[in-house]
């Protein structure tokens, strides 16, 4: 079992910035891949980034790409989501997500460990 504690949500207006943490805890080895899906209400769970533990490599989905950034501590097993220039549209739930490969697919049955999620508001 992993078990994923987000925390960093709040309300911004928009062209604000906020920043989201993941701490990763259990069976952190079984994974490779750490990232970020966002849920805004009454639409389906988004892809919103990925980061592998073991090369860096990160993947961004093309709504966020040059606005938010994800990064890895990989000593504090913590993942990081940095949001910069947000739009009204990036109001959703943000959810950390792990899996266990550095895949090319990333459909939400894709991750197999969630976190409880976390409230990000963007006024305008």
């Known amino acids: 079992q992993v078990q994923l504690v ?9 062209g604000g910035s906020l920043r989201l943490s993941c701490a990763a805890s259990g069976r952190t080895f079984s994974t490779d891949t750490m990232g970020w899906f966002r849920q805004a209400p009454g639409k389906e769970r988004e892809f919103v980034a990925d980061i ?4 860096g490599n990160t993947y961004y989905a093309d709504s966020v790409k040059g606005r938010f950034t994800i990064s890895r501590a990989n000593a504090k097993n913590t993942v990081y989501l940095q949001l910069n220039s947000l739009k009204p549209e990036d ?3 943000y959810y950390c997500v792990t ?3 550095w895949g090319l697919i990333r459909r939400p049955r894709d991750y197999r460990y969630w ?3 976390t409230q990000v508001t963007v006024s305008s």
């Open 52 to 55: 592998s533990w073991s090369s």
């Open 115 to 117: 976190g409880q999620g």
């Open 91 to 93: 109001t959703a739930v």
């Open 99 to 101: 899996r266990e490969d």
């Open 6 to 14: 987000e925390s960093g949500g709040g309300l911004v207006q928009a």
